[in-house]
């Protein structure tokens, strides 16, 4: 991915996450589904799971614990782009 793209891709993926609260629980299902790449585990690796289990019941995440979940999505925004990028990928050679 060209760097300009990629720039772009990382401040809209960031913008998405301060501002649109259905984007940050999208994050925890994607986080969820690749574990392996969470920065600093111990905390974010459980609390993502719950969150992502609560998300994928049809609930949304509110007070403390989508504030909890913003943070976690915005340190994770490395894991992000990947994830939409390998996303883009599939689009894009069907």
Same mark, same amino acid.
């Given at each position: 991915m060209q760097t300009q793209v990629r720039t772009? +891709? #990382? &401040?809209?993926? #960031?913008? !998405? !996450? @301060?501002? %649109? %609260? @259905? /984007? +940050?629980?999208? /994050?925890? &299902? &994607? !986080?969820?589904n690749r574990n392996n790449n969470i920065k600093n585990k111990a905390f974010s690796a459980s609390n993502t799971a719950y969150y992502a289990s609560w998300v994928n019941a049809g609930r949304p995440l509110s007070g403390i614990h989508l504030k909890r979940a913003r943070d976690i999505a915005l340190s994770n925004v490395g894991t992000l782009l990947q994830a939409a990028e390998e996303k883009a990928k599939t689009h894009t050679s069907m």
């Open positions: 772009y +891709v #990382i &401040v809209h993926i #960031i913008t !998405l !996450l @301060r501002t %649109n %609260n @259905r /984007a +940050v629980e999208k /994050a925890m &299902v &994607v !986080l969820h």
